[in-house]
């Protein structure tokens, strides 16, 4: 019996290591924050441009770039990067909001989320894309959780418009 439990767990470590080998690229980019763009089409976000954090605070900083915050109404109005208008990727009049809002079509947009693996951030850049003439959109991949990780400012706000 003993014998059959040591053969086992050495054919489990064999395993466990063999998946790591064959996915050791797709964890290097896990730990990088490119997670997200490994599991979207190539084809449907060449078009996409990513911004580090460094880069999405300078654009902030020199009031260069407006900030779209793609996630829920109750998660923005807990805390969002100053200025960060909010379009949730679940909002069913999206178009509605977005006229509302009255981007500014030639300034910079960079998109954010969560960060992590959300994809939030990068779908409302494919639908912004496809359904507005907003000529730079880009996407903060490290989003909400990247920008308050670093210490950057945050604002607060009762209205969940």
Same mark, same amino acid.
């Given at each position: 019996?003993? *014998?059959?439990?040591?053969?086992?767990?050495?054919?489990?470590?064999?395993?466990?290591?063999?998946?790591? !080998?064959?996915?050791? *690229?797709?964890?290097?980019?896990?730990?990088?924050?490119?997670?997200?763009?490994?599991?979207?089409?190539?084809?449907?976000?060449?078009?996409?441009?990513?911004?580090? +954090?460094?880069?999405? *605070?300078?654009?902030?900083?020199?009031?260069?770039?407006?900030?779209?915050?793609? *996630?829920?109404?109750?998660?923005?109005?807990?805390?969002?990067?100053?200025?960060?208008?909010?379009?949730?990727? +679940?909002?069913?009049?999206?178009? +509605?909001?977005?006229?509302?809002?009255?981007?500014?079509?030639?300034?910079?947009?960079?998109?954010? @989320?969560?960060?992590?693996? @959300? !994809?939030?951030?990068?779908?409302?850049?494919?639908?912004?894309?496809?359904?507005?003439?907003?000529?730079?959109?880009?996407?903060?991949? +490290?989003?909400?959780?990247?920008?308050?990780?670093?210490?950057?400012?945050?604002?607060?706000?009762?209205?969940?418009?």
């Amino acid at each position: 019996m003993g *014998r059959i439990i040591r053969q086992s767990a050495l054919i489990v470590l064999i395993s466990a290591l063999a998946g790591l !080998l064959v996915n050791s *690229r797709l964890l290097v980019r896990f730990h990088r924050g490119e997670f997200e763009r490994g599991f979207v089409p190539a084809a449907e976000t060449e078009s996409i441009v990513y911004v580090s +954090g460094d880069q999405a *605070r300078d654009l902030w900083q020199n009031q260069q770039a407006q900030f779209i915050d793609a *996630r829920s109404p109750g998660l923005y109005a807990a805390g969002h990067i100053p200025y960060a208008a909010n379009i949730p990727l +679940g909002e069913a009049d999206k178009e +509605g909001l977005v006229k509302r809002l009255n981007l500014d079509r030639v300034k910079p947009a960079i998109i954010y @989320c969560g960060g992590g693996s @959300c !994809l939030d951030s990068l779908h409302l850049a494919q639908w912004l894309s496809a359904h507005h003439a907003i000529n730079d959109i880009r996407v903060f991949q +490290g989003g909400w959780q990247e920008w308050v990780d670093s210490g950057l400012p945050v604002e607060a706000s009762c209205d969940k418009k």
